[in-house]
């Protein structure tokens, strides 16, 4: 009973003893994009690069007995992946990934042993079940969890292969594979491979040079071409559409594109380590803005790798949005390197005056 | 080769200042010159381009932004910036553009990586977690006061590289080490090792190195 008692005492005295702060956004510390006099579209939130930025600090009295929590550092993140309150960031030095838990406010690694060991972790997607796909480039697989992170089973030939993005949508399972220069589809249901494409020559333009992200809408599959130096668009069945960008320094082109997503407006959404920036195109295919860019402070970026955007995962950010902005949808950067290893920002609107 | 030919080559080798920019020549065929590797990683024609983005490019469309009609530039800074003030150890300058490539996806997970799950640099750089300390630091100042606190270091300013001149003239930028302070990335000694001069019995190393 007494060890019943000091259990329940100790966990109590533990949880209460952290603090989490909460920097007031005012108009000063503000960080939007464009700058004024343009309409702000975009907010900087927030940074993950540290447990402490998810459990807080330890207490006056805490810190006194247990010593000053130097917390556990995500590393060199590459990509990302949320889902129901969960981030998922794949580490490659940590040869594992970071798992935060939003609401419980927890920070992890997770570094799986035997079948389902991580050597590289590029990417990963958590897909509706909760189950976990995590590109490895050193494995040369893609290795599948469970939604409790057991084991289930490789994708890809090691021999041959080597993954760098993993996207499910809809019944599919979508690879993009940087030594086969291709786009690998596999069923979701029996994990057999399905499609594969492009199948043509490297002068082809449909060629995909050095394919190291992907996003799959209802009907197009979107491919970074870091070798081309281009966004390729094709169908989902792999009939190849059109490319987005092309080599140089002028506003809408890329030097080092890498991550991409695609909004529920069709406008895309393109990393670039290069210029440091994200540079975000209309369905047209113009160049709308861009924003993040070289680090000197809060919101600007070193040597970024990733982007993910998300909806259903708001209310754990809206403490960072400005009062006059309504918060529409979220946008995860990742740093591989400086001191901001995970940039959060939101897109906004200024809120009706009534 | 003819006698002459020979004393020709030791006689340039050693003339200061020359012997690196000739060494520079063998880009071609190197690791970096991906079309001569006939390798499909890389679309343009031009290999120099992969890292040397000119300075304006003729097909880009005149436009500007559409929600950002108010911007002033229209090109972007690449690899720019110095941090908020000195971020010791972290990536900056030209080691910037070699960590673009290498970030495990196309190239090796250079500077911070590791190479079948052992870290590049063992001794005294174990720290992976701390994230700053598994490898050799890179984008620090290397000045005659940092090698005289150590008193670990060769000064600098007097000490010669081997490769012609002095540590500061010839290894480093702006008095800062970068990646290419060892590494000659168009391929300076030997196919696929890219370093600035033979680190035979840890030759490079000792060039700084004082042990």
């Known amino acids: 009973m007494y060890k019943l008692l000091s259990v329940i005492l100790l ?46 600090q330890r207490s006056g009295f805490m810190e006194y007995i247990l010593g000053k929590d130097e917390g556990m550092p995500i590393i060199k993140p590459y990509g990302l992946s949320i889902h129901k309150g969960k981030i998922y960031i794949s580490d490659t030095m940590l040869g594992g990934l970071v798992i935060i838990d939003l609401k419980k406010h927890t920070f992890s690694y997770f570094e799986p042993g035997g079948r389902g060991q991580l ?28 939604n409790n992170l057991k084991y289930v089973r490789s994708l890809g030939n090691a021999k041959t292969g080597k993954p760098t993005d993993v996207f499910v949508a809809g019944d599919k399972i979508w690879i993009c594979d940087i030594n086969a220069h291709k786009v690998l589809v596999y069923s979701r249901d029996n994990y ?23 996003f799959v809408t209802g009907d197009k599959v979107y491919v970074s071409d870091f070798g081309s130096f281009k966004i390729k668009v094709y169908t989902t069945s792999g009939t190849y559409l059109r490319s987005i960008g092309s080599y140089g320094k002028a506003l809408g082109q890329f030097v080092r594109p890498k991550g991409i997503a695609v909004d529920r407006n069709d406008n895309l959404y393109v990393v670039d380590a290069g210029f440091e920036n994200v540079q975000i195109f209309n369905k047209d295919d113009k160049l709308l803005m861009f924003f993040g860019g070289n680090y000197e402070g809060r ?30 949808h979220l946008i995860f950067v990742t740093n591989q390197y400086g001191p901001d290893k995970l940039n959060v920002y939101g897109f906004i609107e200024l809120k009706s005056k009534k | 080769m003819p006698v002459y030919l020979t004393y020709f080559s030791v006689l340039v080798l050693l003339l200061p200042g020359l012997n690196r920019p000739l060494l520079a020549q063998n ?30 490019s003729s097909s880009a469309e005149e436009t500007l932004p559409i929600w950002s009609s108010k911007a002033v530039k229209d090109t972007f800074t690449v690899y720019g910036s110095a941090g908020p003030a000195e971020q010791p150890g ?68 007097i000490s010669n590289s081997g490769l012609g001149n002095t540590i500061e003239t010839d290894m480093l930028t702006n008095g800062t080490l970068q990646c290419s302070s060892c590494h000659d990335v168009h391929n300076g000694m030997g196919a696929g090792k890219l370093l600035v001069k033979t680190n035979k019995n840890s030759n490079l190393c000792l060039t700084c190195h004082k042990k």
């Open chain 1, 299 to 328: 919101g600007n970026m070193w040597l970024p790798a990733k982007v993910i955007l998300d909806y259903d995962n708001l209310q754990y950010f809206q403490k960072y949005v400005h009062k006059d902005f309504k918060l529409k």
């Open chain 1, 119 to 146: 050597k590289k972790p590029i990417n990963c997607f958590v897909d509706d079940r909760g189950y976990l796909f995590v590109a490895d480039a050193e494995r040369k697989e893609v290795v599948v969890f469970d």
């Open chain 2, 90 to 157: 972290l990536p900056l300058g030209s080691s910037k553009l070699c960590l673009s490539c290498h970030d495990g996806t196309l190239a090796l997970d250079s500077w911070g990586g590791r190479v079948n799950t052992v870290p590049f640099l063992n001794a005294g750089f174990e720290d992976r977690k701390n994230g700053l300390k598994n490898d050799h630091p890179i984008s620090v100042k290397y000045t005659s006061t940092n090698a005289m606190r150590t008193g670990e270091l060769n000064d600098p300013f």
């Open chain 1, 11 to 56: 966990s109590l005295i533990l949880t209460s003893c952290y603090s989490r702060m909460v920097t007031r956004v005012t108009d000063e510390n503000l960080v939007i994009f464009p700058a004024p006099p343009d309409t702000a579209r975009i907010q900087f939130l927030t940074s993950i690069s540290n447990s402490i930025d998810i459990t807080g």
């Open chain 2, 27 to 56: 880009f071609k065929g190197s690791m970096h010159d991906f079309q001569a590797m006939g390798n499909k990683l890389f679309e343009s024609d031009k290999p120099c381009l992969v890292c040397h983005p000119p300075h304006r």
């Open chain 1, 192 to 214: 057999e491979l399905v499609n594969s494409f492009p199948d043509v020559d490297p002068q082809h333009e449909n060629f995909l040079s050095s394919p190291t992200n992907l």
